[in-house]
Structures are given as structure tokens and as C-alpha cells.
């Protein structure tokens, strides 16, 4: 029971930093301020995502 609890809420999480990474991603765009930096950052926290999402499906598959 908390296992499945714990899933849906870590799911929540990630799915909830992809969305502010893409949107922080836009904001930067559309205001001209992005940079190869803002670029890697976006990338690392999605990849980041990723392997916590695969690791979660690792421990509860």
C-alpha cells in the first residue's frame, strides 16, 4: 500500500520538475536570455528525471 503511495507521489514529483524545466526553458527563450548554460541545465535536470524515473520503475516493477 505505501509502496504504490510512494510511487504515485515520486511520479507526481517528476513529472511536476520536467514541467517547471521546460517552462523555466521558455521563459528564458522568449525573453532572449538563454545561453548554452541555461541550455545544459535544462538538459541535466531532465536527464536527471530519467534516471530517477528509471529507477523507480527498477524498484517497483
Do not use: H, I
Not at 528564458?28 to 541550455?39: A, L, Q
Amino acid at each position: 500500500m505505501f509502496q504504490l503511495l510512494y510511487l504515485l507521489l515520486a511520479a507526481g514529483e517528476l513529472v511536476m520538475l520536467v514541467m517547471w524545466t521546460v517552462q523555466q526553458f521558455k521563459d528564458d527563450w522568449r525573453r532572449g536570455k538563454w545561453s548554452e548554460g541555461s541550455v545544459v541545465v535544462a538538459l541535466l535536470w531532465l536527464v536527471f528525471a530519467v534516471m530517477v524515473g528509471v529507477g523507480l520503475w527498477l524498484e517497483f516493477a
